[in-house]
């Protein structure tokens, strides 16, 4: 096994992070210059688990790249043996991986120890080059009981940070027959306001997309937005989404509930206090038990918090004009733009999510960057130098009638001829 490469998406929202007070304006230091020391004085783990000593120019340039170009600037191609030792081989890294196998607590000194014994390595190798792949600090971590030091915390105001997370909810019928449902819901950790909340058959990361869209085109867009490792949540896409709109995504720590304590008591109040008391078998669509969530909501934003002692639509009110309106639609709908990278086949055609489309025959043989609303895929197209290419489903009946324009090619052959 040899180390993982890099993934672009993952490496672009670790850049972004790390630059995202800046760009937010929200850093503590007395500038930009004295928050990137600060940041770099250690190591940083990226997103592949190694370890990077970064300069404050790095972070620096980043930020340039990002007020350039956005969160495209960011994702940059990185050398394929960037992150490892070029005095480890492939053969060397399979080893490494074989011994933590089956010793998975055995320091990094000793597995250095018997790649020597072995002969797999020479002495020149340091334990340093070793412990990028041994990750000792992890495989300890399970061994050890720590106890988490929390603190009680809030933001000092509205969209400092929104918590978004999905909740089962009850079957109701539809189309005659019974289906799950799921809320999917945003709030605001200042106010306690439920920023959006929605009912849906499917908890997936189109619904959230759609969503989180909806809340940002209202509301304005939140400096960070924390959520769990949840399919919907823990995408290329939302990380994308997120970089664009300038909001730093936050993931909380893997079965760690207590870490998203206020998005779950939320729903745990709307349980108690509106679905336990609704008889659902009378419920006859999706949008009837929208309607229904609709009005709760907003009883919810006017009455007071048992935390705060405050509303949450009074605690809105009070500190929105720090909130990030959004430029215009159009530059919201090209921020929720998912994308897919795809190589166009020899028959001008690609396909994204088993749905095959007709490309411009310039892209044949390239790999192309599709891009599409996430509820939207046949509003596809390839952005290209700033041009947009819209993409449309390939009908292959259709195409068979067609007249193709292919240049004619004189071979030099002019028939039968004696020899």
Known sequence: MSARPQNPFQMAQFRFGLIAPVIQGTY?????????????LEPLIRPDGSTFHYKPS???NWELLYRKGGMDALIIQSRKDKGRSR????????????????????????VRNKLLAEGTITAKVSERCIQRFVKEWRLRSSSMLVRKDRKAFEEEYFGGMWQADSCYFPYIQDDGKLRRTFLLAIIDDHSRMLVASELFFNDNSANFQKLLKGAVATLGAPNKLYVDHGGPYDNNQ??????NIGTALIHAPVRDGAAKGKIERMFRTVKETWLYGIDTTTIKSIGEFNRMLTEFTRAYNLTVHSSTGEKPM?????TRDRVKIPQSREWLDDCFLNRERRKVRS??????RNVQFDVPLQFIGQTVDVRFPPDH???ACIIFEKAKYQLRKTNKVENAHIKRNNPKIDYGW????DV
């Open 28 to 40: 503590s230091e007395k500038s930009p210059a004295a928050y990137y020391r600060r940041v770099t």
């Open 58 to 60: 790095s972070l620096h």
């Open 87 to 110: 005095a480890l081989t492939d053969d060397t890294v399979q080893r490494i991986y074989d011994i933590l196998g089956k010793f998975p607590k055995l320091p990094a000194t000793q």
């Open 238 to 243: 939302l990380a994308l989404i997120c970089g």
């Open 314 to 318: 009074d605690r809105f009110l009070r």
């Open 347 to 352: 028959d001008g055609t690609l396909q994204v």
């Open 377 to 379: 895929l046949d509003e």
């Open 414 to 417: 002019k028939g039968d001829q």
